[in-house]
Antibody
Framework: QVHLEQSGAEVKKPGSSVRVSCKAS????????ISWVRQAPGQGLEWMGR????????FNAQKFQGRVAISADKSTATAYMELSGLKSEDTGVYYC????????????WGGGTPVTVSS | DIVLTQSPGTLSLSPGDRATLSCRAS???????LAWFQQIPGQAPRLLIYGASTRATGIPDRFSGSGSGTDFTLTISRLEPEDFAVYHCHQYGNLPLTFGGGTKVDIK
């Protein structure tokens, strides 16, 4: 069974960047798809993008184009999400979620990483 | 992008009641790749249903999913105390992936 361990809470200044990691154990990391999902306080879920480590190319949601970089390191079974140009509206909990080939539905979720953007 | 509209926004019911949650898509979802998640405050979402109607591992059979194309339903046959939560529908058939706005099931 896949388990996803995320990095700890972050507090950032507006205009800075944040990098969140998601380490997978169990299962096949390379052939899975790792998605990043954001949840602002009291709001719903928002998909940011995903990567299939086997192929290495990420697909990002249009809303985050130019600000988000999703990557994966197959050697350590770790995925990363870096968000730049932070604004107060980026405050929320960031989740990684894993899906297996072929349909990649998000069957396993990490515990979430709270990110606070405040001056 | 496929827009998912969930209704109602809030459902107020009692333990033992039947809950019926709706998710409508702005266009047909490829292969009926529609999932439902349960989220308890302070916790990560948990997968309940995928492929519109297949229960995920360990999910009780009081949860069932149905529908195809653009109209999908999650039914909880008899609400248990631990079922009072927020439910999200999600389509993974087309990029970009999208989520509905959520339905909160609270205690009447």
């Amino acid at each position: 069974q896949v388990h996803l361990e995320q990095s700890g809470a972050e507090v950032k200044k507006p205009g800075s960047s944040v990098r969140v990691s998601c380490k997978a154990s169990g299962g096949s990391f390379s052939s899975s798809a790792i998605s990043w999902v954001r949840q602002a306080p009291g709001q719903g879920l928002e998909w940011m993008g995903r990567i299939v480590p086997l192929f290495g190319k990420a697909f990002n949601a249009q809303k985050f184009q130019g600000r988000v970089a999703i990557s994966a390191d197959k050697s350590t079974a770790t995925a990363y999400m870096e968000l730049s140009g932070l604004k107060s509206e980026d405050t929320g909990v960031y989740y990684c979620a894993s899906g297996q080939f072929p349909s990649y539905y998000m069957g396993v979720w990490g515990g979430g990483t709270p990110v606070t953007v405040s001056s | 992008d496929i827009v998912l509209t969930q209704s109602p926004g809030t459902l107020s019911l009692s333990p033992g009641d039947r809950a019926t949650l709706s998710c409508r898509a702005s266009q047909s979802i490829s292969n009926n790749f529609l999932a439902w998640f349960q989220q308890i405050p302070g916790q990560a979402p948990r997968l309940l249903i995928y492929g519109a109607s297949t229960r995920a591992t360990g999910i009780p059979d009081r949860f069932s999913g149905s529908g195809s194309g653009t109209d999908f339903t999650l039914t909880i046959s008899r609400l248990e105390p631990e079922d009072f939560a927020v439910y999200h529908c999600h389509q993974y058939g087309n990029l970009p992936l999208t989520f509905g706005g959520g339905t909160k099931v609270d205690i009447k």
